[in-house]
Structures are given as C-alpha cells and as structure tokens.
C-alpha cells in the first residue's frame, strides 16, 4: 500500500449516512483512550490526520480514510463513562450499526492497552468479533510504556485471560513505531 497517498475521506454522524462499501475496510475498535486515531497516524505515517487527544472522547464520529484504494476507519470508542448517557448511546450504535452493515470488513484491529488486565468491555468485543467470523488481531498498544520483558509476559497473560492464541496479539506502539510493520503486513495480506 502506498501510505503516502492517505486521504480523509468523510465523517460521519450517523450509520445511515455510510457509502456504500465500494472497497476493502480495516477498522479500528477499542476503549476510548486506547490509542485507535494515533496507531492510524502512525500506520499512515501522518502526525495528526485523525485527530488525537489525551482526553478520551475525542473521536466522536465514524471517519473514513482512503489508504491508495483500502478504507480504514476510525471508530469512536466505547467505555467512557464522562460522557452523557445519549451520546455514549449514540457512540455504541455507531459502532455496532456499522459492523451490521453488509459491508467488506476485510481485518478489525481490535486494540487493548498492555498495561491492563482484560476488561470486560473489551472480552464483549472480542466475543462478538469472533461471534461474527470477522477478521481481527489485537493490537496492545502503548508498549512503550512496559520494558521488554513485561510486555512479553502481559502478552501471554491477555491472550489467556481472552482465551486466544498469542499469535493474534500484536504488541505495537505509536510512539516507538514497534509493531507497526508487522500490522502493515497483516493489513495487506487481509486486503491485497
Ligand atoms: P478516542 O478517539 O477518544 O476513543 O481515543 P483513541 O483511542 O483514538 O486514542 P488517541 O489516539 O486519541 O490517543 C489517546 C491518548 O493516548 C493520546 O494522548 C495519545 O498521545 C496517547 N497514545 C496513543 N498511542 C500511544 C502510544 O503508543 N504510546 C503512548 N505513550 N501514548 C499513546
Ligand atoms: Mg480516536
């Protein structure tokens, strides 16, 4: 894929507004906060093309990136009790209104933060990936936050506690650049 050519696409508020899937998507799902929009920057090699913040929240629609052909998309994320109960809603039928579309959901990257133990919001998540038979890996991110060798041992303890295989969890980081290839390559061997 050729980043260099990635453009915002359009944002969109509310599911009935989506295109019709006229290429490959890879998506992008996780607890607010968990670093979606900044681990798409980094895939596309763009500093703030989605936008990041440290306050959780801050992606509140669902937006579509063009990636030389492929779609990626940025969700809002889901867990995030500061915020109304209506828009929280609103957040949580954008998210699961788009995987109910019929669309090319070619690979999900389903991120968790290393640094914590399984949550049950991300459990549900994962549950209904695999519920579905969509495509996904899960990207641990924010390893730049451990030492080697607890991000090795977290690893191992996230894919037991979500009872998957440690091959499907990727240890990434947006700030290092770790991991980052090898989800390029996961993303084109899901798209190409
Ligand atoms: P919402 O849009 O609110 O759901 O959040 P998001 O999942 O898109 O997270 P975002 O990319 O906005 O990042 C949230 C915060 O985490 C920001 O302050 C980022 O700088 C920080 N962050 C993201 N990725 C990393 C990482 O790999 N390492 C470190 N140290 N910080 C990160
Ligand atoms: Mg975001």
């Known amino acids: 894929l050729k980043y260099e050519t990635a453009r915002f696409e359009a944002s969109y508020g ?13 998506s992008f799902v996780g607890r607010s906060n968990v670093g979606k929009s900044s681990l798409l ?14 306050q959780p929240g801050k992606t509140a629609n669902v937006n579509f990136f063009d990636v030389d052909g492929v779609r990626f998309v940025d969700l809002p994320g889901y867990g995030f009790a500061k915020v109304s109960q209506a828009e929280k809603q609103r957040w949580a039928n954008l998210i699961s209104g788009y ?32 519920q579905e038979g969509l495509p996904f ?5 924010k390893a730049d936050k451990l030492s080697r060798s607890k991000q090795a041992q977290q690893r191992q303890a996230l894919a037991r506690q979500f009872g998957l295989d440690a091959s ?3 240890v990434t980081s947006s700030q290092t650049g770790q991991g980052i290839q090898e989800l390029r390559t996961m993303i084109e061997d899901a798209c190409l």
């Open 14 to 26: 509310t599911i009935a507004q989506l295109p019709e899937p006229t290429t490959p998507e890879v």
């Open 41 to 54: 920057n980094k895939l596309i090699g763009r500093k703030s093309l989605a936008k990041v913040s440290s």
């Open 99 to 130: 995987f109910e579309q019929e669309r090319s959901f070619n690979l999900v990257v389903s991120l968790v933060d290393i640094r914590h133990d399984a949550q049950q919001l991300d459990r549900d998540m994962l549950g209904y990936l695999e």
């Open 137 to 141: 890996v899960v990207a641990l991110t």
């Open 168 to 170: 499907r969890m990727l």
